[in-house]
């Protein structure tokens, strides 16, 4: 009978949330010459109250006050007018705020990925069921992996708390450092040098340079590991799949499992299944790209 296993986190972690999408970037100085736009100060903190809702599921008047740094008055003015709109619900009884059914009708009509996710799912369901463990694909968005769809093993696959469309930052996931490998190393370099990077556990890497040697070296292996870098007791490898020449769009395929049902031969032992699953998806998507 398979162990109980604690709920996780998306990648094959547990624990520790990612931080909201809003408050990822340090503030540094753009090195651009393009113009940069000035964001409208309403329109800015009503996307950010949007996000630290999705981010949390629920959060109650004082957080949002705190997590935002808002005036009561201009938090109360946005909250009235994002309900009223059907953008978010307040629950009767804890007084909480939650995405409404605007959000979610909105959500709907996004296509981004709609093709590939089709196509991947099925490739996933019978991967997941072969190893026994969960598959995930992602894509990345900034430093980011989001979670575009998900497989996991009927009763034994590792249970996840966090759902489709959640976040993780890249640099403490395997499926996060084999999206990166499909950048301009330049590119990385300044991307994770401009954004916080917190150490999650003893073993998460949060050097820049170490950083960039890991994530050059999925070019040379094909694949990518998260060996209890964003929680402890869980392993993720990961291979990049594709990248959208229209929409510069990147995704990466990925196995999470537990430490403990990991064997001597890890990585390798579960990189071929993964690397043939991806393959399969890109010869239905009719591409060879891959790394």
Request: with cysteine; aromatic share 4%; glycine share 8%.
């Amino acid at each position: 009978m398979p162990q109980s296993m604690p709920k996780l986190g998306l990648g094959g972690n547990a624990g520790p949330k990612s931080p909201a999408p809003a408050r990822i970037a340090k503030k540094t100085a753009s090195k651009s010459k393009t113009p940069r736009i000035q964001p409208v100060k309403s329109a800015d903190r009503t996307l950010a109250l949007l996000e630290l809702v999705a981010s949390e599921n629920s959060v109650n008047f004082t957080q949002i006050l705190k997590d935002l740094n808002i005036p009561r008055s201009s938090a109360h003015g946005l909250l009235k007018t994002l309900i009223s709109s059907g953008w978010l619900g307040q629950d009767p009884d804890s007084k909480e705020y939650s995405l409404g059914l605007r959000a979610w009708q909105v959500g709907q009509l996004y296509r981004g990925h709609y093709h590939l996710v089709g196509i991947a799912k099925p490739v996933m369901d019978r991967l997941a069921s072969s190893v026994g463990e969960t598959v995930q694909l992602a894509r990345l968005d900034g430093i980011e992996n989001v979670y575009i769809a998900i497989s996991e093993s009927a009763g034994h696959g590792m249970q996840l708390s966090s759902r489709v469309g959640g976040r993780l930052l890249a640099h403490a996931t395997g499926i996060g450092k084999a999206l990166l490998s499909m950048k301009d190393p330049i590119e990385v370099e300044e991307l994770l040098k401009s954004s916080d990077l917190p150490q999650y556990t003893r073993k998460t890497v949060t050097d820049v340079d170490q950083l960039m040697k890991l994530i050059s070296s999925v070019n040379i292996n094909g694949f990518a590991i998260d060996d209890e870098e964003y929680a402890s007791g869980c392993r993720c490898v990961a291979v990049p799949l594709m990248k959208d020449l229209n929409s510069q769009t990147l995704t990466a395929l990925s196995i999470t499992m537990p430490t403990s049902r990991t064997d001597k031969n890890w990585p390798l032992s579960i990189v071929e299944p993964l690397k043939l699953a991806a393959q399969e998806i890109r010869s239905i998507v009719g591409t060879t790209d891959e790394k």
